[in-house]
Nanobody, 119 residues
Framework: QVQLVESGGGLVQPGGSLRLSCAAS????????MAWHRQAPGNERELVAR???????DYADSVKGRFSISRNSARNKVFLQMNSLKPEDTAVYYC?????????????WGQGTQVTVSS
């Protein structure tokens, strides 16, 4: 069982920055991808950014050039640096990890952290 603990959300003015952090408990040996998703009221949950085991990254078009995903060297923490924030970035942000074992894939979600962009 892996637990994810997120931090770093809050209230920020448009144009401001926030940095989200997510720490995964347990061994990181089987983690193949770490990602951030978000869900705004009335909307479906969407992928914001993902970093894979080979360090390749993917971003939603709406955040390209503004957000940056990274992880620590132990590969058990993932970060999301969010710059030039817009009101439409307001959502609950969820950390998500995917693990691959010999015969199965498993994924875990964090509890979510609220990001509110407002003046």
């Amino acid at each position: 069982q892996v637990q994810l603990v997120e931090s770093g959300g809050g209230l920020v003015q448009p144009g401001g920055s926030l940095r989200l952090s997510c720490a995964a408990s347990g061994s990181s040996a089987h983690i193949v991808a770490m990602a951030w998703h978000r869900q705004a009221p009335g909307n479906e949950r969407e992928l914001v950014a993902r970093i894979k085991v080979d360090s390749s990254t993917d971003y939603a078009d709406s955040v390209k050039g503004r957000f940056s995903i990274s992880r620590n060297s132990a590969r058990n923490k993932v970060f999301l640096q969010m710059n030039s924030l817009k009101p439409e970035d307001t959502a609950v942000y969820y950390c998500h990890i995917q693990l691959k074992y010999s015969t199965s894939h498993v994924s875990y979600w964090g509890q979510g952290t609220q990001v509110t962009v407002s003046s």
